[in-house]
């Protein structure tokens, strides 16, 4: 830990010897091992603590990450089960025995629709890139961050 060599301790104690004397040298020898005794349990007590608290900061990153990925997750549900609705729709007008690959009304109208449908997908997708952008810079607890509604969905629940 010092990178002392035995020569340099031998050289210390025959200093120690010259100076304090044969007579008082166990006694100051035992009241320096007391001295360093207590520094070591004192130094490892910090030290514990520290990795106590450095493990407890990995934690909670890893609880917000986890809650990023659920939140992740669900957002990619719902794009996803929009899009198969909007698939399966496409597909039931296609294979229907009336489609007319013409211009007409319903096929205009059925085509608006399904670019409203993509174009909200798009938004959610968008939505959940932002809400992920926020969660990763805003540093909060995730917990705490779950806690408190921001402005859109405080918008979206006076709406409803």
Do not use: C
């Not at 009241?31 to 910090?46: D, E, H, N």
């Amino acid at each position: 830990m010092f990178n002392i060599h035995s020569t340099e301790i031998l050289l210390i104690l025959i200093i120690a010897l010259i100076i304090i004397g044969p007579e008082r040298l166990p006694t100051a020898v035992k009241t320096a091992g007391l001295w360093i005794g207590r520094f070591r349990r004192s130094f490892y007590k910090v030290k514990a603590e520290i990795e106590r608290e450095l493990n407890t900061d990995e934690i909670r990153r890893q609880l917000h990450n986890e809650s990023v990925l659920a939140q992740i997750d669900e957002a990619k549900a719902k794009v996803e089960s929009v899009a198969e609705e909007t698939e399966t729709s496409v597909n039931k007008l296609v294979n229907s025995e009336n489609f007319d690959p013409g211009a007409s009304k319903v096929t205009d109208e059925q085509s608006s629709e399904e670019k409203s449908l993509q174009e909200e997908i798009q938004e959610v997708s968008d939505e959940v890139e932002e809400v992920t952008r926020e969660i990763y810079s805003s540093g909060k607890n995730p917990r705490l961050a779950e806690n408190e509604p921001t402005e859109e969905v405080k918008q979206d629940d006076s709406v409803s």
